[in-house]
């Protein structure tokens, strides 16, 4: 599980690395007003970009055991990472049901 949660974070490091350089080409590549062969140019560059620089490519992934499934955007944790911590107390304000 270890080199699922490294191979997400070099995923996500190249999103914030290629960013302004997809946007701007995506601009390119959709503006009517341009010639062809700019956004013909435009398409080519995008296209050269490493493919784990696009952000459909992350998956949200538990920050404590590298589950893809399941997992919770705000504690960025699987539901069941969330259910031992929360029943041991961990986390602060959540607490396991019972009835």
Same mark, same amino acid.
């Given at each position: ?36 062969? /700019?956004?013909? /140019? ?58």
């Amino acid at each position: 599980m270890k080199n699922l949660i490294e191979r997400d974070k070099k995923k996500r490091q190249l999103v914030l690395k290629y960013e302004q350089k997809r946007l701007i080409f995506k601009m390119l590549k959709s503006n009517c007003t341009l010639s062809n062969n /700019i956004r013909w /140019i435009a398409n080519l560059e995008l296209s050269n970009l490493p493919k784990n620089s696009s952000k459909t490519r992350v998956t949200n992934r538990c920050i404590l055991t590298g589950r893809g499934k399941a997992v919770l955007r705000s504690f960025r944790i699987s539901r069941i990472a969330l259910r031992t911590l929360a029943s041991y107390g961990v986390i602060s304000g959540l607490q396991k049901a019972s009835w």
